[in-house]
């Protein structure tokens, strides 16, 4: 699989782009392993169903994409980290500019609960 991957300036499906970079971010980083891809479409794939970028704007989806994987990659409790992020997304204290904030605590939230699986 190759490296290079452009991510989307504005896609015309921000839930495939965000579900898209998940897939490709382990390569992304210089990660990737067959273990871990598999792993990470696997996780593609159950924020699909759950359908946790729904509805968002690609600068959410985006954001919340890199945070979930990033979190599922690097942190020791990424479940208790997303659920974090949900909780300061929801206060409005992650000093981030949500397009929709209520979306992005559940797209937090779903993250955290896929990956408690």
């Known amino acids: ?5 452009t991510v989307p300036d504005n896609p015309a499906d921000p ?6 970079l998940i897939v490709r ?3 992304i980083v210089g990660r990737s392993t067959p273990h871990l891809r598999e792993v990470v479409r696997e996780l ?3 924020l699909e169903i759950e359908r946790a970028f729904e509805g968002l704007s690609w600068h959410d989806a985006k954001h919340a994409a890199v945070a979930i994987i990033a979190d599922a990659m690097s942190q020791d409790d990424p479940v ?3 659920r974090y992020r949900a ?4 206060a409005g204290e992650d000093r981030m500019a949500w ?3 209520d979306a992005m605590v559940r797209a937090f939230e779903v993250g955290a609960k ?3 699986l």
């Open 1 to 5: 699989m190759s490296t290079t991957y």
């Open 87 to 90: 909780v300061l997304a929801a």
């Open 80 to 82: 208790a980290f997303l």
């Open 99 to 101: 397009d929709d904030r």
């Open 44 to 46: 593609s794939m159950l």
């Open 25 to 27: 971010m382990p390569d």
């Open 114 to 116: 896929v990956l408690s």
């Open 15 to 20: 839930e495939a782009a965000a579900l898209e």
